[in-house]
Each structure stands twice: as structure tokens, then as C-alpha cells.
């Protein structure tokens, strides 16, 4: 699976756009762009995930580049239980295991 | 969403002794389950993938004798931490995916935080 390259930390600011960006530059054509957050001393929950084209669900968008060499989770309006350790993980097709990289970790401030 | 529950959440046990994790997928079966560990501030690491009636795949640098994984049924991978030392403290995790689909995302369990006195 392609390597993930994520900042380590941001700020946001509560009820504005958190746009969390991904590089994945060796990401092959088969290979799922997956977004997990993990909120302290719990499981990493699952947020969405997408192939190349932009995503949508209740809880994120996940806007992926035309040449799908990096792609941005947005928390449309961040809130304070929004802040966790944010992961950005590519998989191929049929490999089960999800290999965690270190993740961003977002603060979001009152 | 499908769940999967971790038992204990918390346990704490004295050096040398040996402490059994529980995985199940509750709605959903899994031929295959993954255990990760994770150390306070670090990344969840995976440490090995259970499979069901069949041997566990360790990955590189991870002790199978010691970590004891058995996948007995589609629903429930147990992981039994042998002769347990305090490095062995951490925030253990496992995870499995329903089978349907070629893209199904994977389901963690809420995790298991080991102490060792």
C-alpha cells in the first residue's frame, strides 16, 4: 500500500471548515484513500473513503486530486468533539489490514 | 454501522502473569481480524492478523509465543499476552471488516489498555 503523508498538527477554530490535506504520491489506480480519527483512548472510527472521485456522508467531505496524488477531509463545521488524531490510510482492494501513519492531530479551539 | 466489541476495556495484572483480550464482530462474520498495539502517543502498529482456523500471521519483530492469537470462530479472535512485563503496558486494538464488497472499511473495537505491575 502507497506511503501517506500528513501534517502533524492543526488548529481549528469551532463552527468553521477543518480541511485536513493528505499527500499519497505513489498511490496506484486501485488503491482506496481511507479517513479514520481517533479520539483519545478509543478505537479509530471510520469517517469515509473514496477512489477518485469526491465523497460526501453525513460526517465529511473528501475532496481527491485529479492525478489522486493527495486529497483533503473537510469537517464542514468543526466542533469541539471533533478534536482526535485524524488518519489518512491508502489500502488496495482485498488487503484487509489498515496501516495507521502518525496522523494529524486537530484542535479545535472555542 | 457494523461493531465490534473489545472485552476487557481495562485490565491490570501483575508481571508474569498472562492476559486474555476478546474480539467479536457482533453483526457481521469475519474470516479474518487484525490486533494492533499502541504506545502512549505513537501510531496504532499492527502486530498480526488472525485468521479463522488457521494459524495467525505475525508481523516482523512481533513474538508469537508470546502474543497468542486464536480465531476459533467467524465472530471471536482472542489475544492472550503471555508472561506479561511492564513494556508490554499499552493500548491494544483489534479491528475486522464485513466481507462484503472489495472496498469495505474496516471496524475497530474500542480497545483494551494493558497494565503490567
Known amino acids: 500500500d502507497a506511503k501517506t503523508t500528513q501534517p502533524t498538527s492543526m488548529d481549528c477554530a469551532e463552527g468553521r471548515a477543518a480541511n485536513l490535506p493528505c499527500n499519497h504520491s505513489t498511490i496506484s489506480g486501485n488503491e482506496y484513500v481511507y479517513w479514520y480519527r481517533q479520539i483519545h483512548s478509543q478505537g479509530p472510527q471510520y469517517i469515509i473513503h473514496g477512489l477518485k472521485n469526491n465523497e460526501t456522508n453525513e460526517m465529511a467531505s473528501l475532496i481527491i486530486t485529479e492525478d489522486r496524488k493527495s486529497s483533503t477531509l473537510i469537517l464542514p463545521h468543526a466542533t469541539l468533539r471533533d478534536t482526535a488524531v485524524y488518519y489518512c490510510?491508502?489500502?488496495?482492494?482485498?488487503?484487509?489490514?489498515?496501516?495507521f501513519g502518525a496522523g494529524t492531530r486537530l484542535t479545535v479551539k472555542p | 454501522g457494523a461493531v465490534v466489541s473489545q472485552h476487557p476495556s481495562r485490565v491490570i495484572c501483575k508481571s508474569g502473569t498472562s492476559v486474555k483480550i476478546e474480539c467479536r464482530s457482533l453483526d457481521f462474520q469475519a474470516t479474518t481480524m487484525f490486533w494492533y498495539r499502541q504506545f502512549p502517543k505513537q501510531s496504532l502498529m499492527l502486530m498480526a492478523t488472525s485468521n479463522e482456523g488457521s494459524k495467525a500471521t505475525y508481523e516482523q519483530g512481533v513474538e508469537k509465543d508470546k502474543f497468542l492469537i486464536n480465531h476459533a470462530s467467524l465472530t471471536l479472535s482472542t489475544l492472550t499476552v503471555t508472561s506479561a512485563h511492564p513494556e508490554d503496558s499499552s493500548f491494544y486494538i483489534c479491528?475486522?471488516?464485513?466481507?462484503?464488497?472489495?472496498?469495505?472499511?474496516?471496524?475497530f473495537g474500542q480497545g483494551t489498555r494493558l497494565t503490567v505491575v
Open positions: 479491528s475486522a471488516h464485513p466481507p462484503q464488497g472489495v472496498d469495505t472499511e474496516a471496524f
Open positions: 490510510i491508502v489500502r488496495a482492494p482485498r488487503n484487509n489490514d489498515m496501516r
